[in-house]
């Protein structure tokens, strides 16, 4: 048994006033309050160039894209912090970018825990906030339905998967800024029939998404939007879909919902773009490229681990 899936075991049972439970962004509690928990730890999820500043915004931006994509306004955060002794000013760095991060996304921080760690930093946020409209989650989608990215993807696989960076490719990686107020507004006129944040890559996420609908997808490689920072780049396509890092929004919606899709965008300073739609047939489809990594997976409906 994996450690994850030990932990997946003690998980619920959830109860019928529980409106979402695990497998997707957010657990909504009773009463419409989502809750989502995301952690850090130094040398997996952040190291140099990364700066403290850096480490605080990210840290609540990733879960503050959680709530979004559930359809929540964030609102409450709670910090918990294991750091080194004698580790002031780095937290102090990370005090800036976090005061930062609640101030662009309307969040209070109300609590946490500091502790001593014998070696490393670890921070885990813990997020919530009210719904905005019903819960939306990863299993509406429907077949026929249009399949849309919320912006464009693969500036921060860049940032973290080549030496030397371009600098527009370090701040995607370094302070995301999650489509909150697109994904509100989606949320608020309930448009979407499904969605996640991608934050491990279209080519991991899309599959969870479609296995958690019961459907499958049709990708058309040359509608994926890419970062500016990515043109002429032979390596584009697999930055933009297996880099991660993005916190852009993944969403279905019918395709009678188009149009007032890209008004949400207009909005909301947002430009959502069609990259594909929902089909019955299980697995991934991707016409015109392949997702990187494996010949084999031109066709594949399981999520890797
Ligand atoms: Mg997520």
Same mark, same amino acid.
């Given at each position: 048994?994996?450690?994850?899936?030990?932990?997946?075991?003690? &998980?619920?049972?959830?109860?019928?006033?529980?409106?979402?439970?695990?497998?997707?962004?957010?657990?909504?509690?009773?009463?419409?309050?989502?809750?989502? &928990?995301?952690?850090? &730890?130094?040398?997996?999820?952040?190291?140099?160039?990364?700066?403290?500043?850096?480490?605080?915004?990210?840290?609540?931006?990733?879960?503050?894209?959680?709530?979004?994509?559930?359809?929540?306004?964030?609102?409450?955060?709670?910090?918990?912090?294991?750091?080194?002794?004698?580790?002031?000013?780095?937290?102090?760095?990370?005090?800036?970018?976090?005061?930062?991060?609640?101030?662009?996304?309307?969040?209070?921080?109300?609590?946490?825990? /500091?502790?001593?760690?014998?070696?490393?930093?670890? &921070?885990?946020?813990?997020?919530?906030?009210?719904?905005?409209?019903?819960?939306?989650?990863?299993?509406?989608?429907?077949?026929?339905?249009?399949?849309?990215?919320?912006?464009?993807?693969?500036?921060?696989?860049?940032?973290?998967?080549?030496?030397?960076?371009?600098?527009?490719?370090?701040?995607?990686?370094?302070?995301?800024?999650?489509?909150?107020?697109?994904?509100?507004?989606?949320?608020?006129?309930?448009?979407?029939?499904?969605?996640?944040?991608?934050?491990?890559?279209?080519?991991?996420?899309?599959?969870?998404?479609?296995?958690?609908?019961?459907?499958?997808?049709?990708?058309?490689?040359?509608?994926?939007?890419?970062?500016?920072?990515?043109?002429?780049?032979?390596?584009?396509?697999?930055?933009?879909?297996?880099?991660?890092?993005?916190?852009?929004?993944?969403? /279905?919606?019918?395709?009678?919902?188009?149009?007032?899709?890209?008004?949400?965008?207009?909005?909301?300073? /947002?430009?959502?773009?069609?990259?594909?739609?929902?089909?019955?047939?299980?697995?991934?489809?991707?016409?015109?490229?392949?997702?990187?990594?494996?010949?084999?997976?031109?066709?594949?409906?399981?999520?890797?681990?």
């Amino acid at each position: 048994m994996t450690e994850e899936a030990i932990i997946a075991s003690l &998980v619920g049972p959830v109860g019928p006033g529980t409106p979402v439970g695990p497998g997707h962004d957010a657990a909504v509690l009773p009463g419409g309050v989502a809750w989502t &928990v995301d952690t850090l &730890v130094e040398g997996v999820h952040f190291a140099a160039p990364l700066t403290p500043e850096d480490v605080g915004w990210k840290s609540l931006m990733v879960s503050v894209s959680d709530l979004g994509a559930i359809g929540a306004r964030p609102a409450w955060a709670l910090l918990s912090l294991s750091l080194p002794r004698g580790d002031g000013a780095w937290v102090a760095g990370f005090a800036n970018g976090f005061h930062e991060a609640c101030r662009w996304s309307g969040v209070a921080l109300v609590g946490g825990d /500091t502790t001593r760690s014998p070696s490393g930093r670890f &921070v885990s946020v813990s997020l919530g906030g009210p719904l905005v409209g019903p819960a939306r989650t990863r299993g509406g989608a429907r077949p026929g339905d249009e399949l849309w990215v919320s912006g464009p993807l693969g500036a921060a696989g860049l940032g973290w998967r080549t030496p030397n960076p371009p600098p527009e490719a370090v701040r995607a990686l370094a302070r995301p800024e999650p489509p909150l107020a697109f994904a509100l507004a989606l949320a608020a006129s309930n448009l979407a029939s499904a969605a996640m944040d991608l934050s491990d890559g279209l080519s991991t996420d899309l599959p969870r998404l479609c296995a958690a609908s019961g459907v499958g997808a049709r990708v058309v490689s040359g509608d994926v939007p890419l970062h500016d920072v990515l043109i002429g780049r032979p390596d584009a396509w697999a930055h933009a879909v297996d880099g991660g890092d993005d916190y852009a929004l993944l969403f /279905t919606a019918p395709p009678t919902h188009h149009d007032r899709v890209l008004a949400a965008g207009a909005r909301t300073m /947002t430009h959502p773009r069609v990259i594909g739609s929902v089909t019955a047939d299980p697995g991934v489809e991707v016409i015109g490229a392949r997702w990187p990594g494996s010949a084999f997976r031109h066709f594949t409906g399981a999520p890797r681990a």
